[in-house]
């Protein structure tokens, strides 16, 4: 509910629309997410390509979700930050350091799972 009004919750479809607003502010403000979903698109390519199997199909699915999901969170709590600490803060350091930190991390993660799931499809082990 937006502080201060007196409206009910938007409808589903209201929130949705609102969700893919806060996508197209995150494609045009952020680099990274721009250059994720580069990444992702050639490793769906890549599974076509391949012809993964469908369990396969859904661990390349499942760590593009969750890096650009990772990202997103990001870039919201960049934004919150910004907006309560606009001045320079340890704290305010802190936490985007920490939230880029766990970006990081699945990308690393997701890139090794990426490689052993497109080296097992290419009969590699
Ligand atoms: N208010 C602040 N106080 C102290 N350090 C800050 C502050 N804002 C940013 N920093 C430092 O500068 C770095 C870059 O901050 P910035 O807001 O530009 O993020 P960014 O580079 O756009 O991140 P991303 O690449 O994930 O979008 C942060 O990771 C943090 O180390």
Known sequence: MIPG???DHPTFIRSFR??????GIAIKTERNIKVMLGIGAVA???SA???LDPISWCIILMCCALVIHAELVNT???AVVDLASPEIHPLAKRAKDIAAASVYVLSV????VGLLVFSHALGLW
């Open 109 to 112: 993660m997701s890139a090794l």
């Open 49 to 51: 390509w391949l012809a």
């Open 5 to 7: 009004s007196d409206r």
């Open 76 to 78: 919201a709590l960049e």
């Open 18 to 23: 609102f969700a893919l607003e806060g996508i």
């Open 44 to 46: 769906l390519i890549v």
